[in-house]
């Protein structure tokens, strides 16, 4: 299997310092914007979700908004670092890295509601809650970031990950990547078998998460000595192993070089968890593939609130289901009282955490600007970043924009390239950039 060692790209370490602390910690989340000052308004904003893009946006309006009334919506108490996950599945952080809370990202004065946004109904602009309760808002964002649908998987539960089945999902939460991780070991302690890495039919958050739990795991599998013992095999539905052209031929080509069987068109339909047997369907045909273990990435939706409503892309149009905005406003066109950001918006990239923060710094312009009558001028341009990891230790900076046009931040780091810098930056500097950005600054 072959080494890859020799293509870091050379950038020094005193460089690299350098030029990062110059650089603000780490490109994805580096974009300023010229805002408008404090606006004069009592209105009341309903953000429905306080992840990624909703917190950032509910501290970015509460200091632009003194005296407006701005409620959050969410049940859940604690905050994950999703991009801790891929560390922590493959063994290298641990689980708690990744967990703080809800309430100490939420600015001062906001009403925080917990629970969860059942039905939206822009044309009395009313959300309503599971418990029954409806709230009436002047202005909705929506932030509700994407669910996940293990039980689109016949025979998969989220319960089995990490329970001794050979079942592993980066996806499902911090527990389940460490319990991913601690499935991956139990593959290698045993010796042989065969690993299935998966990617699903719908659009998916961090499309490179599914790649970078291969490539850990690749190099685990080398250091236990016994790579050769191992058969890897990587089941795309498309063909496609990312949607950048460059992206897709370097995996596809590392792939090749480590023995990672590409079986493209296998559709991952079912599992039997007690026979360690997958089930996929391959042009309509069902084909059965035998595993010590497996990596699961369910098929991903906005969820039936959101796909339910009138807020929603229509069938029959692009992204039905995922919530309908412009993609460069962030504004719905048909309900103008309402924008979005993150996951849950209908568009072909950009379901990271990188990109949310450019399209905070956008949606904040444009809010404004809305609640001033003046034109929306700010656009975004798709940004989607993430660091592939290639390796423990290796890693490439992935960053583009509509269209797959490469939007690098760094003069200094080949988007073409492996480099330890990128690794160093993935798993010590996002982290800060990423807390910077839920507060709304940077
Ligand atoms: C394994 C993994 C690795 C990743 N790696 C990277 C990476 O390296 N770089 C990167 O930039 N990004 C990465 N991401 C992606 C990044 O975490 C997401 O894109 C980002 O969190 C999206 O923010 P969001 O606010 O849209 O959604 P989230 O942060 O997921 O927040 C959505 C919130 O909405 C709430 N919610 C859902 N439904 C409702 C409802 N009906 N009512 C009220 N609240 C609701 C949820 O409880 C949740 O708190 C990764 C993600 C994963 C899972």
């Known amino acids: 299997m072959s080494k890859t060692k020799d293509s870091f790209s050379k950038?020094?370490?005193?460089?690299?310092?350098?030029?990062?602390?110059?650089?603000?910690?780490?490109?994805?989340?580096?974009?300023?914007?010229?805002?408008?000052?404090?606006?004069?308004t009592t209105a009341h904003i309903i953000i429905v979700g306080a992840g990624a893009g909703g917190t950032s946006i509910a501290n970015r309006l509460s200091t632009k908004l003194p005296k407006a009334k701005i409620t959050i919506i969410d049940a859940r108490e604690e905050h994950f670092y999703q991009p801790g996950w891929t560390l922590v599945a493959s063994g290298l952080w641990n689980k708690n890295q990744t967990i703080t809370t809800t309430k100490e990202w939420l600015p001062k004065g906001i009403n925080w509601v917990q629970g969860m946004v059942a039905g939206y109904n822009p044309d009395s602009n009313q959300v309503s809650l599971a418990n029954g309760d409806t709230l009436t808002y002047d202005f909705l964002i929506v932030a509700s970031g994407l669910q996940l649908?293990?039980?689109?998987?016949?025979?998969?539960?989220?319960?089995?990950?990490?329970?001794?089945?050979?079942?592993?999902?980066?996806?499902?939460?911090?527990?389940?990547?460490?319990?991913?991780?601690?499935?991956?070991?139990?593959?290698?302690?045993?010796?042989?078998?065969?690993?299935?890495?998966?990617?699903?039919?719908?659009?998916?958050?961090?499309?490179?998460?599914?790649?970078k739990m291969t490539f850990t795991t690749l190099d685990r599998l080398e250091k236990s000595g016994q790579r050769d013992n191992f058969d890897v095999e990587f089941m795309t539905p498309t063909g496609r192993l990312f949607s950048?052209?460059?992206?897709?031929?370097?995996?596809?080509?590392?792939?090749?070089?480590?023995?990672?069987?590409?079986?493209?068109?296998?559709?991952?339909?079912?599992?039997?968890?007690?026979?360690?047997?997958?089930?996929?369907?391959?042009?309509?045909?069902?084909?059965?593939?035998?595993?010590e273990f497996i990596h699961v990435v369910p098929p991903m939706t906005a969820g039936s609130a959101i796909g339910n409503s009138p807020l929603a892309f229509q069938p029959g149009e692009n992204f039905a289901g995922w919530l309908k905005v412009d993609r460069e406003t962030l504004q719905n066109p048909d309900y103008p009282n309402v924008f979005g950001i993150g996951d849950v918006m209908g568009m072909p990239i950009n379901k990271t955490a990188a990109s949310v923060k450019l399209q905070a710094a956008v949606l904040e312009h444009n809010f404004l600007a809305h609640l001033k009558g003046e034109p929306l001028t700010a656009k975004h341009n798709g940004y989607t970043s993430c660091p592939l990891i290639t390796a423990i230790g290796k890693a490439m900076l992935v960053e583009f924009g509509w269209d797959g046009k490469f939007l690098p931040s760094f003069p200094f780091i080949d988007p073409k390239k492996e480099s330890w810098a990128v690794w160093v930056m993935k798993e010590q500097m996002l982290?800060?950039?990423?807390?910077?950005?839920?507060?709304g600054k940077a």
Request: hydrophobic share 40%.
């Open 11 to 40: 950038v020094s370490r005193r460089d690299f310092i350098k030029y990062s602390v110059a650089a603000a910690a780490a490109a994805p989340f580096a974009l300023s914007m010229n805002t408008a000052h404090a606006v004069d």
């Open 149 to 211: 649908h293990y039980d689109g998987i016949a025979g998969m539960d989220a319960n089995l990950i990490g329970q001794g089945h050979g079942i592993g999902s980066v996806y499902a939460g911090a527990a389940a990547a460490e319990g991913t991780s601690k499935e991956i070991e139990q593959w290698i302690k045993k010796g042989s078998g065969r690993g299935l890495f998966n990617l699903p039919t719908t659009a998916l958050k961090c499309a490179g998460a599914p790649l």
């Open 244 to 291: 950048v052209p460059f992206y897709h031929d370097f995996v596809a080509e590392r792939f090749a070089q480590q023995g990672v069987v590409k079986n493209d068109l296998w559709t991952l339909t079912g599992i039997d968890h007690g026979a360690k047997k997958a089930y996929y369907d391959v042009d309509g045909v069902e084909q059965t593939k035998e595993y």
């Open 431 to 439: 982290l800060p950039a990423y807390y910077a950005m839920l507060h």
